[in-house]
Each structure stands twice: as C-alpha cells, then as structure tokens.
C-alpha cells in the first residue's frame, strides 16, 4: 500500500524555522517527483513545492521562494522542506503528495507569537 | 502563471439531484505532448484532498462513476450524476500543464440543502 506520513509540524514565532518530513512507503520513492501543498484555514489549496525524483531540481512557489528549501534522501524514503522565515501567512496544514494521486495525513504549522 | 476559475464557490445540492462545477482555465491547458493535465480534488471536512479526475475525465480508482469530468481547451466540468452525504466539501480543479507553478481554482463548497 502506497503511504505518506508527514511530521515536524508545530507552533512557532514568527521568524522562525521548521523542518517538515514526509517518509514515503509503497513504491519505488526514487522514481517519483514529489509535491507540498498547503491548506490555509478559510482558504483553497496552494501548491508550495515541488523537486524531481533524483533530487536535482526543485521548484518554489513565489510565496516562499527564499525562505523554503525541498529536498530528498531517497536511501530514506524520505522528502524534507526546510522552512525559515515564517510568517503569519504559512500558518497551514502542509500536505506531501506523489503526483497529487496519493496524499499524506498532513501537518500543521502554526506560525504565532 | 494560469489562474484558475471555479464556479460557483458555493452550491447547495438535494440529495439524489445532479450537480455540476465549472472550471476556466486563463490559456489553453492542451499539452505539447497532446495531453490536457486538468484534474479535480475532493476535500471532505477534516480530510485530506482526494484526486477524483485526472486528465480532464479519467476517474482515479475507486471514485464513484457518478463522479466525471470533461471539457477541452480552457472549460472543465466535473459532475456529479446524483449527489449523496458523503459528498459535502470543497472540489478543487488544478491544472498540471503549465508549470510550475502548479494552480489550484479556489474551490466550491458542495453542501446538503
């Protein structure tokens, strides 16, 4: 069975920083691109990032090109978004996705002070 | 980048009645490959987004065949053929050809009259 579960989520100031992770189980991990998406409270679903299978290339959307770093240990299974900088805005539940056909539990960052 | 247009945002449904979202896409969501990357989410309260569609009408497995999609070009429309319970939430479009980035519609609240 093809799973997703992300962790790292959590309550934090603004300025800060977290790590999400999203451990990958029932397929060939390495082979695949993979996608964060997020879900702000009241609002619709915005794509955050993106990175190839091989982990050479990644993609940001302007909202947190800068402050967001993806990446990927494919030995691990597992996909990693650095984020720094939050803001009140990144407050989401952040989801990790494989070709936006399979879709983790998700994760809440909360950004406050 | 491609704005994606839902409408409408809000639509009340009598069980057992059909439905329909509409989805307008800025510019031409046909591939150079000849494929049209559109699909469609399902978001139940408290759920993560579910793909129903993809490809404009390919049903994922295990969705419902009261769900479908079609269109071409820019106009996309899922349909519902008799709404059930199950089915109250938000439906996002998302268009997977021009990237990245990768863009959502804004939703549409499918609720129980």
């Known amino acids: 069975e093809v799973q997703l579960v992300e962790s790292g989520g959590g309550l934090v100031q603004p300025g800060g920083s977290l790590r999400l992770s999203c451990v990958a189980s029932?397929?060939?991990?390495?082979?695949?691109?993979m996608y964060w998406v997020r879900h702000a409270p009241a609002k619709g679903l915005e794509w955050v990032s993106s990175i190839t299978g091989s982990g050479d290339g990644a993609y940001y959307a302007d909202s947190v090109k800068g402050r967001f770093t993806l990446s990927r240990d494919n030995s691990k299974n597992t996909l990693y978004l650095q984020m720094k900088g939050l803001r009140a805005e990144d407050t989401a539940v952040y989801y990790c996705?494989?070709?936006?056909?399979?879709w983790g539990q998700g994760t809440l960052v909360t950004v406050s002070s | 980048d491609v704005v994606m247009t839902q409408s409408p945002l809000s639509l009340p449904v009598t069980l057992g009645q059909p439905a329909s979202i509409s989805c307008r896409s800025s510019?031409?969501?046909?591939?150079?490959?000849?494929?049209?990357?559109l699909s469609w989410f399902q978001q139940r309260p408290g759920q993560s987004p579910r793909r129903l569609i993809y490809k404009v009408s390919t049903r994922d497995s295990g969705v419902p065949d009261r769900f479908s999609g079609s269109g071409s070009g820019t106009d996309f429309t899922l349909n519902i053929s008799r709404v059930e319970a199950e089915d109250v939430g938000f439906y996002y479009c998302m268009q997977g050809t021009h990237w990245p980035p990768w863009t959502f519609g804004q939703g549409t609240k499918v609720e129980i009259k």
């Open positions: 510019q031409s969501l046909v591939s150079s490959d000849g494929n049209t990357y």
């Open positions: 029932g397929f060939t991990f390495r082979t695949y691109a």
């Open positions: 996705t494989k070709s936006f056909g399979v």
